[in-house]
């Protein structure tokens, strides 16, 4: 995990934390070594102590300086938890901080927002676990954290990850279209679809609808998306018309708007909020 540092309102990364340093005259004047070579072998906390110390600071004690005047840190975690992906501000590094949920969701909503496709996102996730340069025109800090925490973060019940929101895109599609299809219940006491649902006639047991929708979608679990588990696949369906039973249906509210995240492969932008 890198390490980071608080300055002038912003967050440095240790490399540049280093170089601002190492420019200022008190530490030059307390490690004279620094001009032959020796820079490596201080490490900088060290040049930051000095650095306080020398303007009448407590090294030990933080609340003595003020950020603004002197580096503050460093800190773990890329500064800890934020809503955002945080980078250096000067060399632009990706800090490695854990997101919150609401970042996490940002994360996702940029991608959404994106024109970037998926073919060239991926990539350039793979890009950025290989510690390769992103292009410029990548949504690069949204990548980057994607690629360094992708699955791991997702024990945050009920986040997706990227993949997963791609592969249950479409079998969510037709999971909410069959949502609509009115069901009766048969002399046998199961519920039964009442008009023709995509290539399944009239009288078809739902659960062997569902059971069809697994056999198509291996990330896909019908118990999971009554759940609500994949909501925010549909990236603005409504998370809480989740269940399939006959007392929900009818109730549906919002008519969902235009503009899809993935069509045919591509993500497709969908309307900006202004
Ligand atoms: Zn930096």
Known sequence: MPECYIFAADVYC???TRNHLMEQDEVMIAFPDLMGGGAHLIRTEDMLAELVRANGCDPENPATWDSGDYPKGPEADGGGEAD???NCCVCGAFLENPLTSD???YVLEQVRMSDVSVEVLLADVTR???GLKLPDDSIAAMVEWLAFYGDDDMNREPRLTLNQVIALEPIMKRWDALRDVPTIEAASGASVIDIDFEDFPKGTD???IWHAFEADCPEFSAGEAMQGRYAGVLADSDPYQVALDGRNRGRRGNRRRPGRMVDGGR???RPRQS
């Open 14 to 16: 240790e490399d540049c």
């Open 84 to 86: 955002s992906p945080q």
């Open 103 to 105: 970042g996490y969701e």
């Open 128 to 130: 950025s676990k290989a």
């Open 206 to 208: 739902i659960e062997d």
């Open 267 to 269: 993500l497709v932008s």
